[in-house]
C-alpha cells in the first residue's frame, strides 16, 4: 500500500470487514501494526467453538515497504470449504488497492 504503515493499518481496518466476512471471520483484536481475526458469532455455538478449536484465524500485519509505504502481510487458516476463496490474491488487494507480491 502507499500509505505510512499507520494510515494503512486504519484503512485496511474497513476495506477487510467484507472479504473477511466472506471467509467466516470477523476483526477481535486491534494492536500497533497488527489486526487479529477470528471466526464470526454463529449459531449453532458448537459450530462456532469447532472453527475456533480448529485453529481458524488470520493476522494482518503492516510494515514499512522498502521503497516506501507499507508492506501488508496476511497469514492465517480458515475452514477448507472457504480455502479457495482466501487463498486468492485478488480477493484481498482488491479491497486494499494494493498488488500482490510473491511469497518467500
Known amino acids: 500500500m502507499s500509505e505510512a504503515p499507520a494510515e494503512a493499518q486504519a484503512r485496511a481496518l474497513n476495506a477487510l470487514a467484507e472479504p473477511a466476512r466472506l471467509v467466516g471471520l470477523r476483526l477481535t483484536k486491534r ?3 497488527e489486526l487479529q481475526y477470528r471466526p464470526r458469532v454463529q449459531f449453532p455455538f458448537l459450530l462456532m ?3 475456533n478449536l480448529s485453529g481458524e484465524r488470520m493476522s494482518v500485519k503492516f510494515a514499512p515497504g522498502e521503497s516506501g509505504g507499507t508492506r501488508v ?5 480458515v475452514a477448507r ?3 479457495r476463496l482466501a487463498s486468492d490474491p485478488e ?3 482488491e479491497s486494499l488497492g494494493g498488488r500482490t507480491a510473491a511469497a518467500g
Request: no cysteine.
Open 31 to 33: 494492536g500497533v501494526g
Open 49 to 51: 467453538l469447532w472453527h
Open 73 to 77: 502481510t496476511l497469514n492465517g487458516s
Open 81 to 83: 470449504a472457504k480455502h
Open 91 to 93: 480477493h484481498w488487494t
